[in-house]
């Protein structure tokens, strides 16, 4: 398993930098500073196909112009989108060994909530293509948070084609095309002509999204995008999508796993 960086892009003089974990199957997720964000998840095919596997995009113009923060972490509240969350903050970001750890101190009022937080966000990618998200968050005085991933899997690797075609399981239930909604199931599987993801969480359940707000004006990188382009899996704090209460003394933590596989490999 190998960890590079390199300069991804410069705002006011302050450096965006690009963060890619690869292993020897040639799967690759590639971070970004600004916004704790995925850019991209790739994993060649049988036929060498090596598409982006994940809404993401190739300059820092490119993510400041959508309607939409694809592959941020959205905090404190995933609904409530302000200038002051997350997303909108260059993270600090350091390799340890296998794993590069994010992190984001914001002082009193930094993100419109009390008291001093920490967010640090681990990323790990094994040999057997398992890519491990490891979330907590620390305070020093009570906070109101609800955040969460904006992460938008598109295994056919073109967002000009709709997810109507790919199989989503939820759990143990059978699987069906993709539609939206809160489930407490805490994985999923979700499957393409040449590529398969497998979720597990340790989260509350998962909101499923389609992302139909996606419409042909939307443009990827030249491509123009499609209504149910991609399919959402964001794991939730509560069963209900409701913000959770953390406090000094009880941090909150989740920790997702997400496998890929392609071709004759897959799940």
């Not at 060994?97 to 914001?106: E, Q, R, Y």
């Amino acid at each position: 398993m190998s960890i590079t960086t390199k300069l991804f892009a410069k705002i006011q003089g302050e450096a965006i930098t690009q963060y890619t974990l690869a292993n020897a199957n040639h799967m690759a997720v590639r971070l970004l500073t600004f916004g704790a964000r995925v850019q991209q998840l790739r994993l060649p095919n049988a036929n060498g196909a090596d598409p982006n596997l994940i809404v993401g995009f190739v300059t820092l113009q490119d993510y400041l112009n959508q309607p939409e923060p694809f592959g941020a972490l959205l905090g404190p509240d995933y609904d409530h989108r302000t200038r002051a969350g997350w997303q909108n903050w260059n993270w600090d970001a350091a390799i340890d060994g296998d794993a590069v750890t994010m992190s984001l101190t914001l002082p009193e009022s930094a993100d419109e909530q009390p008291g001093t937080q920490q967010i640090q966000v681990t990323h790990r990618l094994s040999a057997d293509n398992q890519w491990t998200q490891s979330l907590s968050v620390t305070t020093d005085t009570p906070i109101t948070i609800r955040p969460g991933w904006d992460l938008a899997f598109m295994l056919t690797g073109d967002p000009a084609r709709s997810i109507d075609h790919q199989q989503l399981a939820l759990g143990a239930a059978a699987a069906t095309t993709p539609t939206a909604g809160l489930t407490p199931a805490t994985s999923a599987t979700l499957t393409d002509d040449a590529w398969q993801l497998a979720l597990t969480t340790d989260a509350a359940g998962l909101a499923v999204s389609t992302f139909d707000h996606i419409d042909t004006t939307t443009n990827f990188n030249g491509i123009l995008g499609h209504p149910r382009a991609a399919v959402g899996l964001r794991p939730l704090v509560t069963p209900d999508d409701q913000p959770i209460t953390v406090t000094a003394d009880r941090p909150y933590t989740q920790k997702t796993t997400i496998t890929l596989q392609s071709g004759a490999e897959r799940i």
